[in-house]
């Protein structure tokens, strides 16, 4: 592989080889975005004639569209919210603190990731009917929050460890607490992963499927159940239409995300490179 790449020959076959695959893998994206502005009500592809009725039709008296939209937002949002508050105290005491056993509870915590999604959603129906909440956004919400949290916390942990913990050092030196550390050092430092996660837990909630559809009713349609009936009961080509939206609002994202870790990544180094030329002045006037 080497003696490859050290070659113009070998370096112009890896680069077409990865442009390839990349074309390859992007292809469905791109046959669900022109699909979704297609005359023909069957959805054909490539499309005879172009129109934008699909995505009008999103939005016209007696859609079920925007209710289910709606809701998928806001049980995102509720679930964002329960993630990014475990995500953070798990991340602090996997990190910032002696906490024992700590691979085995950071297993645990991750455990979510490597079971099913259909047999936590039956794990959750099972627990939430005899409650009665069955249909209830919050009950959805709390059920997307056992997938979402672990991403949270892999992805704050990751976060926090990569913050220079010097910093904190000389925070504590000057006599600050552990709040003051964690509000004025340590959170601001891990902004940019707070985002991230928030994102992606947002991410994995709004697109989640068979949690939603354990723990939905009738008048309770998150947008994926909803895509779901279109396609199983209906031929709906606005179904194209909301895909190409998702797709969308799933590349903003992680548009913001690359911005916010680079923004993150400045603000530390500023941080460190203050430090470096200070030092931290001892009483006897010597940097230490």
């Known amino acids: 592989m080497m003696q490859l790449r050290s ?34 009500a069957f959805a054909a592809f490539p499309p005879d004639a172009w129109t934008l009725r699909w995505y009008q039709a999103l939005f016209a008296d007696g859609s079920k569209w925007p209710t289910a939209l709606s809701l998928s937002a806001l049980v995102a949002c509720l679930s964002t919210v329960f993630s990014l508050i475990i995500g953070v105290t798990a991340a602090t005491a996997l990190t910032r603190s ?50 979402a949290s672990p991403i949270a916390v892999l992805i704050l942990v990751a976060t926090l460890r990569g913050i220079d913990e010097r910093l904190e050092d000389v925070a504590a030196s ?14 601001p ?41 279109s396609l199983t009961f209906d031929i709906d080509p606005s179904v194209t239409a909301v895909s190409a939206i998702l797709i969308a609002c ?9 911005l916010a870790r680079w923004l993150g990544s400045g603000r530390q180094d500023s941080l460190l490179s203050v430090e470096n030329t200070a030092g931290i002045a001892a009483p006897g006037g010597e940097a230490v």
């Not at 390839?20 to 699909?35: E, K, N």
């Not at 309770?220 to 895509?227: A, E, F, R, S």
């Open 98 to 147: 002696e906490l024992p056993l700590r691979s085995a509870v950071y297993a645990l915590v991750l455990g979510p990731l490597l079971i099913p999604n259909i047999v936590t959603a039956l794990g959750l129906f099972l627990l939430f009917e005899p409650a009665s909440m069955l249909g209830s956004p919050l009950a959805i919400a709390l059920g997307h929050t056992v997938l």
């Open 189 to 229: 430092l891990a902004a940019p992963g707070m985002i991230a996660a928030a994102i992606f837990s947002f991410i994995t909630s709004f697109d989640e499927f068979y949690i939603s559809q354990f723990l939905s009713s009738v008048d309770t349609v998150t947008l994926p159940v909803q895509i779901y009936n």
């Open 174 to 187: 000057m006599g600050a607490g552990r709040l003051t550390i964690a509000r004025r050092i340590t959170f």
């Open 250 to 258: 799933a590349i903003l994202a992680l548009a913001l995300v690359a």
């Open 7 to 40: 070659t113009l020959a070998g370096r112009i076959a890896l680069t077409a080889a990865a442009t390839l695959i990349l074309l390859f893998l992007a292809l469905p994206i791109v046959v669900i975005i022109v699909t979704s502005f297609s005359d023909n």
